[in-house]
């Protein structure tokens, strides 16, 4: 009886951190918007820490080996007490990833190339 109630109920897919981190990353590049950890922290509900985490896994390429680029922020406005220094801004890019191709020569040899395919 309760295996059988345990398959009726639907799992509810759980999303990563890192893919909601990717979603509001990538949304914000269509923008063309630079976003602070502690932006990403309040859109997000993720403490800083783990946005900054998550943002070096991006960079591998088995998570998606996306470009991080990251500036200081010009800061116009009056400082409030935690942000004395220096305050940082993200943006994710996709990239050209590279792919060897091999292909075969018509004398029987093989020629190795580099092709650039976009993700």
């Keep these: 009886m309760r295996k059988t109630q345990r398959r ?65 922020r010009k800061l116009g406005a009056v400082l409030r007490g935690e942000d004395f220094g220096t305050v940082w801004e993200y943006q994710l890019k996709r990239t050209m990833h590279r792919k060897l191709v091999k292909r075969r020569l018509r004398g029987g040899g093989r020629v190795q190339s580099l092709r650039y395919a976009a993700i």
Excluded at 13 to 25: A, F, G, K
Excluded at 45 to 61: D, E
């Design 8 to 72: 009726l109920l639907k799992r509810v897919r759980r999303h990563r951190q890192r893919d909601v981190l990717c979603d509001v990353m990538l949304s914000a590049r269509q923008c063309e918007t630079w976003l602070t950890l502690d932006e990403l922290a309040k859109l997000t509900h993720y403490p800083p820490a783990s946005i900054s985490a998550q943002l070096r896994h991006l960079r591998k390429p088995e998570n998606g080996g996306f470009v991080v680029d990251k500036r200081p």
